[in-house]
């Protein structure tokens, strides 16, 4: 996108910036972003739509059975088509920042680099909202999440405090997946004490039950807070079975000035889309724990510029 197109909505050129100082901000936000994010890291990506693009096609599949084998090509198949198709919107996730006028002047008279930190931890929340979003669903706009998805795969979840039964569960989970019809690469997600919980010596191995689940989940092992505890869910990471329909991707925008500061906006628009919801497997009934901090509320109010709350929406 032209960078004179971006100024209409992002009103960066109302902004007391320099281009260099821009850049800065742009910078620490994606790489923040990058870091923190977990489903884009093996979601597949289906655009940039465009800002202007509000809602988009979310269909269904039918018609997903193995091809037909013929001599001629006369034989009888199910064709995959769409049995259902709804529009889901792309909701705006976004985080507001102060930079306060002094350093913005301390950076211009001494020549020094912008304090961008209000704009890396920004960043860090929207990232974590995302997330949220992508596991976790949203009530108030009707949309699922990887974990409560109708129609998923589910197996059960054993102790993972005991040694092998992770390495076992994911085995069935896999299992589950390719005997339905899901073919790998397969990831797989945890919440953060399950994550640890894989992190010691499998047996006489010498070999940490981790890296033998990873030789399973080619697509990647990852943990998230934004899942209560104990979460685990297998996916199986291919375009034909999910992807997420990104509107406009990461990106600044300048609000206001007030009272003499400047404030921003960290946002983007996205929205998860499952055409097979059997590719995903959540490892259901392990013992229960305290709920994680990043999955608390899913409707918080809209959040005012300057304000210290920590939720993305």
């Known amino acids: 996108m032209r960078e004179a197109e971006m100024a209409d909505f992002t009103m960066r050129a109302a902004a007391p910036l320099s281009a260099e100082q821009w850049g800065s901000i742009e910078q620490i936000v994606l ?7 977990v489903g884009r890291r093996f979601i597949p990506i289906f655009g940039p739509l465009g ?3 509000q809602t988009v096609a979310d269909d269904e599949f039918t018609g997903t059975g193995q091809g037909v084998v013929s001599g001629f090509g006369d034989e009888p198949g199910a064709i995959v088509q769409s049995q259902a198709r709804r529009y889901v919107a792309l909701p705006i996730i976004y985080k507001d920042f102060r930079v306060y006028w002094r350093d913005v002047e301390t950076s211009q008279q001494f020549g020094v680099p912008l304090e961008v930190s209000t704009a890396a931890a920004a960043a860090a929340f929207t990232a974590q909202a995302e997330d949220s979003l992508i596991f976790n669903g949203n009530e108030a706009l009707g949309q699922h999440g990887l974990l409560d998805a109708p129609g998923r795969t589910t197996v ?3 102790d993972w405090g005991t040694m092998g039964n992770a390495f076992r569960d994911v085995v069935g989970a896999s299992e589950a997946l390719l005997r339905a019809g899901f073919f790998g690469p397969y990831a797989l ?6 994550y640890a919980s894989m992190n010691r010596v499998y047996e006489n191995t010498g070999v940490l039950e981790i890296e033998q689940v990873r030789k399973l ?4 092992v990852y943990q998230t807070a934004v899942v209560p505890e104990p979460t685990a869910v297998v996916i199986s990471a291919s375009a034909e079975n999910l992807d997420l329909a990104l509107g406009q991707d990461y990106t600044v925008a300048f609000l206001e000035t007030r ?3 400047h404030y921003f906006r960290v946002f983007e628009t996205l929205a998860l889309r499952t055409k097979r ?4 497997c959540t490892l259901e009934g392990g013992p229960p724990r305290p709920a994680a901090a990043g999955a608390r509320g899913r409707r918080g109010r809209r ?6 709350e920590q939720e993305g929406v």
Do not use: F, K
């Open 31 to 37: 790489d923040v972003a990058r870091r923190v994010l």
């Open 51 to 53: 800002p202007g693009v």
């Open 156 to 158: 059960p979840m054993s």
């Open 189 to 194: 997600v945890v919440s953060p004490l399950l």
């Open 217 to 220: 989940m080619t697509a990647g």
């Open 259 to 261: 009272e003499m500061n």
């Open 277 to 280: 919801h059997g590719a995903i």
């Open 303 to 308: 959040p005012r510029a300057g304000e210290g």
